[in-house]
């Protein structure tokens, strides 16, 4: 079915127009599909149509539709609480032969399920669309919309898979030293051969699982590998350790201290809390790479769904430059001002495909590492250009 | 004028003359010493008393700033500050032609230096006749002295002329592993504990290979980049131009060595590979040996007559050259590993020899049947093998084995290029050694079953 792009009609309850520049905040993107979220009709969000006191007048065609659709799908899914379930939030280009692709997003609210919240750092928004206008919602608005849970209803398998990772994260051993702890766990389970003759190839040789030999990776060259029954550990108690359980659950510790390189200055601090970016960026990337590796060997179904979740335990105090250290801003950024709580945690699991786990790792590994990036009041852009936004994939620079 | 520009120099290089605070000097030192950074500080004792201590390796090693360690360390402790004196011969402010005797002239007659300062004199071979001058400077104990040079055949040559005995040489090779995670991390001691950090270390240590300055370089390309520069461009340009040599086919001859780092060398081979004559190469691979860029290995033999006539092995002397020399072409990456992981272990089996007063060799028999290592030392011979496989197959093993027991050697030892937690089943089978890369580099001396 072709839509029909509604220049020189304005905007109302259920549709909304922005112009092409809103891709560099898509925050702003999120407010709005939040606040249709928190109506009874949802609406469309136009993107490229510009408009003249409420009415589209101008198209302004997107470039790289394809990315940016993923972009957005992305942020939603990462920003909004509860994240938006098939068919509630859908991206769509729309092609006018003349003027070239816009975007349309679909917001078509599932019943029962909000209120909705944007996240922003620690805060949460919630919004409501009323006319053509945002407004919070009220108190008795929110609480209305939390009722409590039925307990006749057996809760379905995502929900349990999603408690199941933050029990788990709740039970991550205390490490008075700081810790980054990880987990991917696919819904339906890919039963993975976690003892199979050549499993502990993958931690012996970093580039079998696509990563760089001389990068920060999940292995650990002076530890062994473990097998149990249904799971495989490599690396040490006290040092960073990776788990693959049969049912396809991939866990990973790192200590903080494995997060710092060296100061910014090049040398050595006396109190290194210093996250250097590329160990940030490197070692989540490094753990989708080897689901990619095990789950495109037994994958269950291409659409099936992927939890992930990412906390940094005992960050307080620790620092995070913006940008890349090879970059000049990086090196003459004003210092960068220590994280002020203890941990990092986000408030869900993010989701993916496995389509998306399998083909594009890195990308997937970026998102959590965006959720760091945001808790340290950053934003996309200032994460380094080493993660390559239209590939998709993390490159360091070598001769 | 030529007088003037020297004392400028001197007063320029050893700013304590002037502002005695040795915190104004220590700030631009580096914290963590080398292992050489002791056995330097003996000969400034009674040791020094009657030797010199004349410290030599390839160029970015580190010899300057171990130098400047010394001097860092004796102002520390209340060491006069005018009796110290730090020269560089390499300096590009001084006139053409300066001499050791000049420089030791300006620097003896001034009084205030005392009656026996030290002396520590960087790039000696650039000064003319100073193997002349250090002998009667070592005779009539002018001072305490440690001279550095990266060419080891003008160290050679002057002490064949100018009487041995007057000076110890001692070899300074590229960052051990261990000494390369001390400088990652300055604040632990213990290696391993800094390789539990940074696991990763062993993988950038093994590309970027023992040179300081690239410890913590972010951009690998960047240093492989600048070592090429380094190496090709000073080392063999500049340092090797004074020996009349065309120094654009000694570079190329020395990229080829380093390609094939660990192979045996055959001039004449080489020479049709080059189009080269024979004499040429041999020349050639002397001049770069004496330039400590590659290292020479016998072939193992009962009497050193049979070991003359061998033909030898050339490896890369610091395994980063391999890297930064080689093309990372797919089909070079499959043997690059392999090459590089020989040249490490050789690095690190070179500096245990040293200290247990061993010596090294590589075995092949007639048949090509070869071993990468043999050990001899007091504690009796082991044969070592290094393999960039994480998993060497049985008969590899058995191979290894049957050389040593042929040899009448105490251990054969496989150094393995994944970690060495083998099968419980492998090792009971086989009677041989096996160390993972990282524990033999943490700890070299476990070849001869000790733990240090």
Known sequence: MTRQIPLGQPE?????????????????VGREVVAMLNTTDGGMIWIGLADSGGIAVQIEPIENADREIGRIRDHCNDSIEPSPVAGEVTVEPIDDPGSGVI?????????????????????RQFLKRVDDRLRPMSREEIFSGFAPPRTDRPQDELSLVETHLLNLREKVPGNANGLLWMIIRPVHDPKLAVNGPSMHMYFVDPSLTGNRRTGWNFIDPSEGTHGKRQSISHGSKNGGRVTLSDNGQIEFHLPLRNLYWKGAGGSNDPDPKQIWPDCLLEFPISVFRLASTLYGKDAPGADSTVLADLALFGLRGWTLRRHSPRSFAYLFDKPAEPFQDDDLVMAQPLRFTLEEIVNEPDRCGFRLVQQVYER??????????????GSGKLVFPSV | MRLDVIKTVLEESNRWWSNPNPSAFSSTVKPVKRQM???????????????AAVLSGMRQVGKTELLKQIANALLSEGWPPSSLVYFDFADPRLPAGVTAPEVADIIL??????????????????????????KQAVDAQVGNLIITDSAASLIRDQAIESAPGRWDELRLEGLSFSEFLRLADPRSDSPPAIFRARPNSLERYLELGGFPEHVLEADLGLARQRLRDSIADKAIRFDLARLDVNTDRLRSFFVYLVQDSGAIFNARKRARDVDA????????????EDAHLVTRLDRYGHNAAARLRSKPRYYATDHGLIHAFTPMAPEAIATLRGRIIEAVVFRHLREAAREVGGQLSFFRDDSGIEADFVLDSERGRFVIQATASADPPARKLERLQKIAHDLGAVQAVVVQGGRARQPDQWRAAMPVLSLSLAEFLLDPFLVLGDRR
């Open chain 1, 12 to 28: 109302n309850q259920t549709r909304e127009f922005k112009s092409a520049e809103v891709l560099k905040h898509l925050a702003s």
């Open chain 1, 103 to 123: 975007l349309l997003i679909t917001v078509r609210p599932s019943p029962g399920r909000g209120p909705y919240a944007l996240r922003e750092g620690t805060a």
């Open chain 1, 376 to 389: 340290f009041g950053y934003s996309e852009d200032d994460i380094p250009q080493e993660f390559d936004r």
């Open chain 2, 37 to 51: 950074f002791d056995r330097l500080m003996e000969y400034l004792g009674e040791r020094g008393a009657r030797r």
């Open chain 2, 109 to 134: 007659r001034d009084p205030a230096r005392g009656a026996r300062p030290v002396l520590l004199l960087d790039e000696i071979s650039k000064a003319a006749n100073w193997g002349a001058w250090l």
């Open chain 2, 277 to 288: 004559d024979e004499r040429s190469i041999r020349r050639w691979v002397a001049l770069l």
